[in-house]
């Protein structure tokens, strides 16, 4: 069964930094691309990122380029989002999900972008 | 950017009945390989978003056979046959043919009458 436990969220003030982390097991994590969604409070889904298998491709929405970097580390199976200069709109549920086509999703880590 | 337009927003249905949401694509979602990346997701309140369709029509593992998806081009449909107080929930579409970016749909909100 696919498992992906997001963890790094909370309260931070604007232009601060967060670095989301997810676990993942139940499947081979290096065989797959892997994404992360976000979703505003009461708002709809909004896909953030996603990186290829080794890693050695990163694409993101245009709203967090130059501010948040995905990552992986394969012998960990975790994937990671670096979140910097963080703006209230960035305010969400954040999710971890397998592969492009989001096969499978976390539970979700709330980061929430407030003074 | 690929823009969703999902219809309606809103889809109050009474037990048993069937139910229809549409999503409409700004622009064909035919990929070069010949497949059409167009899936349907199910949030539950208070739940992390499922995905029940992948590829237009094919149904994940463990989804009931009363969820179905259909279309193609710009126009796709996901069917509830018969609705269920489980059902109960926001339904979203996606399209991952032509990415950066990925996006989804507003989301349609099913109710129970």
């Known amino acids: 069964e696919v498992q992906l436990v997001e963890s790094g969220g909370g309260l931070v003030q604007p232009g601060g930094s967060l670095r989301l982390s997810c676990a993942a097991s139940g499947f081979t994590f290096s065989s797959y691309w892997m994404s992360w969604v976000r979703q505003a409070p009461g708002k709809g889904l909004e896909w953030v990122a996603n990186?290829?298998?080794?890693?050695?491709?990163?694409y993101y929405v245009d709203s967090v380029k130059g501010r948040f970097t995905i990552s992986r580390d394969n012998a960990k199976n975790s994937l990671y989002l670096q979140m910097n200069s963080l703006r209230a709109e960035d305010t969400a549920v954040y999710y971890c999900?397998?592969?492009?086509?989001?096969?499978?999703w976390g539970q979700g880590t709330l980061v929430t972008v407030s003074s | 950017d690929v823009v969703m337009t999902q219809s309606p927003l809103s889809l109050p249905v009474t037990l048993g009945q069937p139910a229809s949401i549409s999503c409409r694509s700004s622009q064909s979602l035919v990929h070069s390989d010949g497949n059409s990346y167009l899936n349907w997701f199910q949030q539950r309140p208070g739940q992390s978003p499922r995905r029940l369709i992948y590829n237009v029509y094919n149904r994940d593992s463990g989804v009931p056979d009363r969820f179905s998806g259909s279309g193609s081009g710009t126009d796709f449909t996901l069917k509830i046959s018969r609705v269920e107080a489980e059902d109960v929930g926001v339904y979203y579409c996606m399209q991952g043919t032509h990415w950066p970016p990925i996006t989804f749909g507003q989301g349609t909100r099913l109710e129970i009458k």
């Open positions: 990186i290829k298998q080794d890693g050695s491709e990163k």
């Open positions: 999900a397998r592969e492009r086509a989001a096969s499978g």
